[in-house]
T-cell receptor, first 115, second 112 residues
Framework: EAGVTQFPSHSVIEKGQTVTLRCDPISGHDNLYWYRRVMGKEIKFLLHFVKESKQDESGMPNNRFLAERTGGTYSTLKVQPAELEDSGVYFC?????????????FGSGTRLTVV | AQSVTQLGSHVSVSEGALVLLRCNYSSSVPPYLFWYVQYPNQGLQLLLKYTTGATLVKGINGFEAEFKKSETSFHLTKPSAHMSDAAEYFCAVSGWTYKYIFGTGTRLKVLA
């Protein structure tokens, strides 16, 4: 089975520009999560989708971040306008059942650098 | 509230030596505890988990961890390091929820 796919793998943009990250979860996984790791720090939760609905977006840093999940399939995370502090690695994960006890499948991440 | 502390952002061991990666947690509810590993250019992969029951849990690739409630610890061990174990390891805690609280990670280097 294909894993969680994220692209691009790397993105370098200038401050003030817009970037869109994409995540393709494992087929059939209703639950999709976004996490972020700022350099040297812990991986932090951003938000959780069940199908196309946002269940929890309490980790989203501010309103420059917009996440969508079209038709309950792939998800995008848009940053507009990007700031220097948005640099980091953005991970997407998916699971069939909701709940950490089942474990999630993570993608390899998108490394975003804002200059 | 929950939190995780991983002691040592970088750990080096010789091939064949014991691997010990330390993790302490704080949790106001009975914790679920996890170790994830990230190999270069790959996603995070679940190594092992503790939810309930036996406190010594075994995972993939010969790793194991022991939940010690009195010490609020969940250290990861492997008796004999292999070159292929070089990676970054993340300890995480959660409750009966869908959200992980991760530590800052420990990068393991295995010396030939």
């Amino acid at each position: 089975e294909a894993g969680v796919t994220q692209f691009p793998s790397h993105s370098v943009i200038e401050k003030g520009q817009t970037v869109t990250l994409r995540c393709d979860p494992i087929s059939g996984h209703d639950n999709l999560y976004w996490y972020r790791r700022v350099m040297g720090k812990e991986i932090k939760f951003l938000l959780h989708f069940v199908k196309e609905s946002k269940q929890d977006e309490s980790g989203m840093p501010n309103n420059r971040f917009l996440a969508e999940r079209t038709g309950g399939t792939y998800s995008t995370l848009k940053v507009q306008p990007a700031e220097l502090e948005d640099s980091g690695v953005y991970f997407c994960a998916s699971s069939q059942a909701g709940g950490t006890m089942y474990g999630y499948t993570f993608g390899s991440g998108t490394r975003l650098t804002v200059v | 509230a929950q939190s995780v502390t991983q002691l040592g952002s970088h750990v080096s061991v010789s091939e064949g030596a014991l691997v010990l990666l330390r993790c302490n947690y704080s949790s106001s509810v009975p914790p679920y505890l996890f170790w994830y590993v990230q190999y270069p250019n790959q996603g995070l992969q679940l190594l092992l988990k503790y939810t309930t029951g036996a406190t010594l849990v075994k995972g993939i690739n010969g790793f194991e961890a022991e939940f010690k409630k009195s010490e609020t610890s969940f250290h990861l061990t492997k008796p004999s390091a292999h070159m292929s174990d070089a990676a970054e390891y993340f300890c995480a805690v959660s409750g009966w929820t869908y959200k992980y609280i991760f530590g800052t990670g420990t990068r393991l280097k295995v010396l030939a």
